[in-house]
């Protein structure tokens, strides 16, 4: 997940922990900003947060058209991409849509605070890990594979995973994120290049 601005679609961003500022390039509705922000009002801790929001987009989950260009559906072949559709003024949410070829992946990551997905358009398949060995490696816990519609919501501890477009057509996903990705460019806390006990 480099965070590289690509030259055909210079707003996008593909993540990374030294991310730069991120532009808003996409549209999220109206409808789902109220629901989410309802929640993430009521000041309840990280993860009955993420089990709110995840409810809330559930309920709200839009039609990729209608969230970004055609131009921005159909994926980048240098990585998957990230585009920015909404930052809450008070940086306590945002919410932003990731197009996956098949194939592309992340790297091994942790995030920065709670956050929940839902798959608008494909099948991402996401492999949970947690550390072993002292930290020195990692075991892999839990395969998940989310078809269109599957929605999520997970916050630190216990958040370290990997997602792959393991579909033969563009994946598309919303994120909401418990944090403002429009300063922080990513969700990413840290990523793990550690050795993979299965
Ligand atoms: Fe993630």
Do not use: K
Request: glycine share 10%.
């Amino acid at each position: 997940m480099s965070l590289t601005s690509t030259a055909s679609a210079p707003a996008s961003r593909q993540a990374n922990p030294a991310a730069i500022a991120a532009a808003v390039t996409g549209t999220c509705p109206d409808g789902l900003v109220r629901a989410v922000r309802a929640e993430v009002r009521r000041g309840l801790g990280w993860q009955d947060t993420a089990g709110r929001v995840a409810a809330a987009l559930r309920a709200n989950l839009p039609d990729p058209a209608a969230i970004l260009p055609a131009s921005l559906r159909c994926g980048d072949p240098a990585g998957y991409q990230s585009h920015l559709l909404y930052a809450e003024a008070d940086g306590s949410f945002s919410i932003s849509a990731m197009v996956w070829m098949p194939g592309q992946q992340t790297m091994i990551h942790d995030h920065v605070a709670w956050c929940v997905t839902g798959v608008l358009q494909g099948r991402e398949y996401e492999e949970i890990f947690t550390l072993a060995d002292g930290a020195r490696a990692l075991s892999l816990t839990a395969r998940n594979v989310n078809p269109a519609g599957a929605v999520s919501g997970f916050a630190p501890p216990g958040d370290i995973h990997r997602v792959r477009n393991t579909g033969d057509t563009v994946a598309i996903s919303m994120h909401v994120y418990g944090a403002d990705i429009s300063r922080l460019g990513s969700s990413i806390r840290r990523e793990y290049a550690l050795p993979v006990r299965t």
